[in-house]
């Protein structure tokens, strides 16, 4: 009996011994298992730093645009620098298609935008568009700011404005990679001619320059009386349509506006009296505002 006791109490300790064993070897084929995942994500840690280190996009400046509000006219472009791989500068404005001139940022900043005073707004539009371009610089995506249905964003403290152009543009400028500029300092550009005694109306040219190219162009002029020349066509005052003519003013010194912009402001062929036959519908003199509107771009360059 006690033979027996003896043989079963040591079978007893060898099946804990090897139960041990058991466990132990389990415990090193999990960490042998797990050990490989982790050493696998460090190095895809290690690969990413660098990646986030010198940014993901390519060197270069950026344009894009957004349709331009049928309302207003004022047609929102960005421009974005990337160095790098990081966009480090961000430049939110607009020129107005309607009106052409100055953009929207010195409109605003020369106090004639009117965001405080007539909007009600805390701060001025440029003010704003500041804060925004300093968000994407921080988060470098502008899928990062949030919009509303109404196009404003709770992200940024002190925007109230409408910053969904802001980030169609942006996004529409990532998209279509480093744009090369034109020639033109960016910025608005008029330029008038002399007063016509038989007329009694001036030439008036105004451009706006963006991304170093013409983006928009007006060709008017101006009375005595200090009226628009083509806001008096479109009100009927002019009368050509009345003197037997295809068109009122307005409409065919639009034509001529598409031309010149089309064309890069190469002006068309013109006879002795400042008239085309290169562009379809104009039967008006142009020749002047071509002109102009040269004289206007030597303040460009």
């Not at 083509?230 to 034509?255: C, F, N, R, T």
Request: proline share 2%.
């Amino acid at each position: 009996m006690k033979k027996a006791s003896v043989i079963l109490s040591s079978a007893l300790v060898l099946g804990t011994l090897l139960a041990g064993c058991g466990n132990s070897n389990k415990a090193e084929n999990a960490a042998a298992t797990t050990a490989p995942v982790a050493t696998a994500t460090a190095a895809a840690e290690a690969t990413a730093a660098p990646a986030a280190e010198t940014g993901k996009y390519q060197d270069g400046t950026y344009y894009g645009t957004v349709d331009a509000d049928p309302e207003t006219g004022w047609q929102t472009f960005t421009q974005l620098t990337v160095e790098g791989g990081k966009i480090t500068k961000a430049d939110w404005n607009a020129f107005n298609v309607k009106k052409a001139g100055d953009l929207k940022k010195k409109v605003s900043e020369d106090g004639n935008y009117g965001l405080v005073k007539i909007g009600g707004a805390k701060s001025e539009w440029h003010e704003q568009a500041a804060l925004a371009e300093a968000y994407l610089i921080e988060k470098q995506d502008p899928a990062a700011l949030t919009v509303n249905a109404e196009g404003k964003t709770d992200a940024i403290s002190g925007v109230s404005v409408h910053v969904s152009d802001f980030v169609g543009a942006a996004q529409a400028a990532l998209a279509a990679g480093p744009a090369q500029a034109g020639p033109y300092k960016d910025g608005g550009y008029t330029a008038e001619g002399e007063m016509d005694a038989t007329s009694g109306w001036k030439s008036t040219v105004a451009l706006s320059v963006a991304n170093g190219n013409v983006v928009a162009v007006n060709f008017s002029g101006v009375n005595a009386a200090g009226d628009d020349k083509k806001q008096y066509s479109v009100d009927g005052k002019y009368g050509m349509k009345a003197g037997g003519a295809a068109a009122e003013w307005h409409e065919e010194i639009a034509l001529a506006e598409k031309y010149f912009l089309e064309n890069k402001g190469v002006a068309p062929t013109l006879d002795a009296e400042g008239k085309t036959d290169a562009i379809s519908g104009v039967s008006i003199h142009v020749g002047e505002y071509f002109t102009l509107a040269q004289k206007a771009l030597e303040g460009a360059k």
